[in-house]
């Protein structure tokens, strides 16, 4: 170990690097787990916990995105001007902690009341909750967030640019390996069961496992106290960059009816209050800021990975062989090929577009990620239009959907009155879901052979229905029940029920739940169950049988008829009513692999130019500029999605695509009218022509001196 000295201290030191380094590394990888775990799973805990609708879901998760990047410049301005960075990260790290601590808290399922029903009642003490907690966690997370890599950054002497370069490869590292691993991690821990008196998806541990890792990252920067280089407060840049063009736009409009010289820039306004440095400085700051001014519809669709996107995966097929894929899983599929792409782009595709003598310049390099972000949602849009192919279609207002089950020996027919529609069925068969206009649905004729029956089938109400029906001897029997599914089942599970249609009392039961007695032409009620084959169990009074079910897929509802039980042999027939997802998730990839590529040539290219762009002391303010996009294209999701009003997700899809592209178009036009600057040049510049008025200064204070001497 060695020591290298920096302004008079001895820091130590592991070959060449600080030694504090390590520590904000390893706090930077659990900040980055903490946060990407608990947003990996967020928009699930919104629809299947808080059971709140798609749109309502996407809303609060996006407005917790926008905060967590409104939140960057409250940070820099309490670190730059009031507590120094290890303070702020300190205290607002310990903030974020909470709130993590808060959201796991929100999520146990004990917590929740019952109705009479048996419907959970947690409306008030889980959403207040996770509100507290989303609050607390935005703060904590935008906060540190513009304090971090600087105060790594601080860590270093003047003479290891090196090193410093290599740290904020190191860093960028711990960040994508943050997220790649509690991307993977959360969704399990979700997926498993928990809860004392109810079982249900694990959210609490989903939540409370980064809530740990905050902890640890806390921990972990403490520790390193002793050892690190603590930069004390300067006044925030940021602040006097306001002030100036404040200043310059009060000033303009106070002598807008005057007589005064025109100024070649309306900055210059500034000049009676402000030096020529600080306004050259602001004007080569506004002009990328005003290239910055379309970017925010890139990340509108960019952050919709972990709510839209995740949404669509959950009505899609997860099985992927051996492995079962979680919906909120497929976001891996980003930081995957990030890792992979990033040297890929840098190493190959670069150097072979520039030697085909092209001039992919960095603002071009941006105007293609935004098309390719824009061909991403093209490609969701697609995914959509399958997927609504298989879902099921529920009777809108003034409709009324009735299936038609034959559970007798012989075919049935059964006519809906008056004149709607006639149907014929073999034994132990169904028809698909038919919808009738309420208000003309009267009744049933059903007739097996030569006998006769009508069931009033009228006043159902806007609901799904299943008309059962049976010859026994010589009666016919009939049985109208309610098919309580408004949606398709939650979370990729399978609803099922049973009918007996057996003459005596059956016990069911399938794995290790209990449908209890059913009398003969008795339904259950459904009951969920996860992806696979069951046990099903039954029991009369002279005998048990039982038999393995057919593999459930991912998002069905069935009816299993139970036929007969006779020594150990169970005879079932199995209705399906809710087919399967079967559009399978590998078919989002495509759209992952378009917007990751946007991500490169995007994401990475604008941080670039930023930076090239800034003079020394005002990087942090175009990094504070560059966040603010994220949050403002956060912003637009909720301001879109609430006013297009469209009823179909692909058309939303394909209206944020053309939304971007005309928005590509008007940025292509404002590059190709920007001219590059070099800061250094004219930082230079400004130095000798400061240098040339002390000089003239002083030469004019010489002369002044020299005519009071005559």
Known sequence: MAKSKSNGKSAPSCFGYPISI????????????????????????????????????????HTFVALCYLTPILGALIADSWLGKFKTIVSLSIVYTIGQAIMSISSINDLTDYNRNGTPDHIPVHIALSVVGLILIALGTGGIKPCVSAFGGDQFDDDQEKQRTRFFSIFYLSINAGSLISTIVTPILRGTECGIHSKQRCYPLAFGVPAALMAVALIVFIIGSGMYKKVQPQGNIMVQVSKCIGFAIKNRFRHRSKEFPKREHWLDWASEKYDKRLIAQTKMVLKVLFLYIPLPMFWALFDQQGSRWTLQATTMDGNF???????DQMQTVNPILIIVMVPVVDAVIYPLIKKCGINFTPLRKITVGMFLASLAFVAAALVQVQIDKTLPVFPAAGQTQIKVINLGSVEATVKFEPGLQDVSLAPHMATGYMTFDSSKLSLSTITFGSQTIDQVVSSLGEKRHTLAVKNVGTTIVAEL???NITS????????????NNMAQTVNISMGSTHFGPLKSLSASNYKAFSRGSKAIIGNTSSSSCGISSKTFGFGSAYTIVINECSGSSLAATYIEDIPPNTVHMAWQIPQYFIITCAEVVFSVTGLEFSYSQAPSNMKAVLQAGWLLTVAVGNIIVLIVAGASKLGEQWAEYVLFAALLLVVCIIFAVMAYFYTYVDPNEIEAQLDEDEKKQTKKDKDLEKEAEAVSQM
């Not at 398709?488 to 009918?499: M, Q, S």
């Open 22 to 61: 390590f520590f904000i590394v390893i706090n930077e990888f659990c900040e980055r787990f903490s946060y990407y775990g608990m947003r990996a799973v967020l928009v699930l805990y919104f629809k299947y916990f808080l059971h709140w609708e798609d749109n309502l879901s996407t809303a609060i998760y």
């Open 321 to 327: 062989g051996a492995i079962q894929i979680q919906p």
């Open 481 to 483: 029940l309610l098919d």
């Open 488 to 499: 398709k089942p939650e979370e990729g599970n399978n609803l099922i029920r049973f009918i």
